[in-house]
């Protein structure tokens, strides 16, 4: 899943073919406000920005997905000094591309960002979590339990991501609300329980007694830890 935001209609839809065609969904968004929106409602794998918006300079459109979203972030801009690349980096970045560019290149560069974001994905660094039947594979997006795949949303995969990368521990829940759907929802907790209880209806062997995500009552969540 890649998110372009980008207020150029031209790039928007050369961007939505090539990266299409290369296998990837593709969603684009013309405004800083539009692309915030979708990375709290899409959950993209990476995030192509432009850094001149309508609405927003997309540095600080980085800075404020950084202050409560993982997803990789790939600048592209006319501005190529140094200076510029910089702050973009400090500002969240994880890698930055000068127009004109190649589609080829931007392909690679996404590539090369999920895999180093896959290798960072579980809780100790690796691309796949298993607890008891439980098996997520973060480099295929994939979820099976009994070796068998299960279908999730794209919020109910982000929502089991977010807690694998902290399993063992309690997650509180104004932490998942902020990582997921950003800081205004920070006191939207029915938000949680709903996707909560649907995560545990196909993964849960009896959903009615959790035994892979545990309630701690008053406080959040937390998810088995992997088996040794």
């Given amino acids: 899943r890649v998110l ?9 839809r050369a961007l939505r073919v090539g990266l299409t065609a290369a296998g990837f969904r593709v969603e684009v968004a013309p405004t800083a406000a539009e692309g915030k929106r979708q990375v709290a409602e899409w959950h993209p794998d990476v995030v192509v920005l432009d ?3 309508p609405d927003a300079d997309g540095l600080e459109v980085g800075r404020e997905l950084r202050a409560w979203s ?14 510029d690349k910089v702050t973009a980096l400090e500002h969240g970045a994880d890698d930055y591309l000068t127009k004109p560019f190649s589609i080829a290149e931007l ?5 090369v960002t999920l895999r180093h974001a896959a290798q960072g994905a579980g809780a100790s660094g690796e691309a796949v ?7 997520i594979d973060f480099t295929r997006r994939e979820v099976k339990v009994n070796d068998k795949l299960v279908h999730l949303t794209p919020t109910e995969y982000a929502l089991l991501k977010y ?3 902290h399993a063992g521990k309690v997650v509180t829940h104004g932490s998942i609300l902020r990582a997921l759907w950003g800081p205004g929802y920070q006191g939207e907790a029915h938000y949680l329980r709903v996707y909560i209880n649907q995560l545990r209806q196909k993964i849960e062997a009896d ?12 406080v959040g969540y937390r998810l088995r830890e992997r088996e040794s």
Avoid: C, H, K, N
């Fill in 129 to 135: 979590f298993t607890s008891g039947a439980l098996m």
């Fill in 51 to 53: 850094l001149t918006l």
């Fill in 207 to 218: 959903p009615s007694r959790p035994a892979l995500i545990v309630t701690e009552p008053g």
């Fill in 70 to 83: 993982r997803v990789p972030i790939i600048v592209l801009s006319v501005r190529e000094g140094e200076a």
């Fill in 107 to 111: 392909i690679a560069r996404i590539r």
């Fill in 4 to 12: 372009v935001i980008d207020d150029e209609p031209e790039i928007g």
């Fill in 163 to 165: 807690l694998a990368q």
